[in-house]
């Protein structure tokens, strides 16, 4: 039986895109390829609904995902050259705007007869409970080395409550968004590996004259990316080190939104 059912399209592993760099330094931000993916990966989110208020808490999570199979490790040249997760291929929840969390838990479906498990469905609790109000939930399936699918039926994003029905204005899903996915300390980075840079962008597209996400590395290394897609981050030197995406409109200032500047800590070893 073969594990991936569609034929994956061909890509070279670097990409010719244009990125602006605004400081010189050491570090080198170097765009990639998309790795391939399957056409027939469809990712559904059955808990919680949009719009639902929620009494109980923590909040349960239940999602389906067809064609792709999590826990194993996603083959390919890529994988080779970055750092791989222990628990394979995962699938990404953020709440709010927190870093996300990996998750392969045991699916609620059982194998057919002739052990085939790509169509399951999955059920969690959050792991903290959330405060009264408004919250989202966004996810996207990734593969071991922490990129993210980017195809049409592949990432949800919905608003639910707890507690109360109180909006926020800027947890807005109908307005272009960022959702920060790597780097981060899920992964342990390496020294010897390039670092990925990956993000997943809503209702809106990265031009040379339009939207575009600025990258500022400890405060000082700056790039404007003007196209999505996956980056290398190399030269990043053992230690702490700072990761800041912030989305951008064609005059360079910050798109207003709740996930439109996002920071996060990581570690190179």
Partial sequence: MTLF???????SLFAAQPVTVESDDSIQIIPVARAPESSTVVLA???PQQGKVYGS???WVQFRIDGYALGMNTPGTRADELVQSEM?????VIVDNEPYLAVKDNAIDPFN?????????????????LKEGMHTVRMFPARSFGESLKGENTYQAITFYVGSKSDRPDMDLKKPYLTYNEP??????????????????????LSSDGY????TIDGKVKRTLSSWQPYYIRGLEAGSHTVRLQLIDRSGKQV???????ERNIRVH
């Fill in 5 to 11: 059912p569609a034929l994956f399209a061909a890509f």
């Fill in 45 to 47: 989110l059955a808990i």
């Fill in 57 to 59: 808490n923590p909040v």
């Fill in 88 to 92: 394979g291929q995962t699938l990404h």
């Fill in 113 to 129: 007869e002739e052990g085939y498990y790509y169509d399951t469905s999955y059920k969690f609790k959050l792991p903290y409970r």
């Fill in 184 to 205: 981060t300390n899920q992964l342990y980075l390496t020294e010897s590996k390039p670092v990925l840079l990956d993000f997943y962008l809503s209702n809106c597209e």
């Fill in 212 to 215: 575009k996400v600025r990258l």
């Fill in 256 to 262: 207003p939104g709740a996930f439109n500047d996002v």
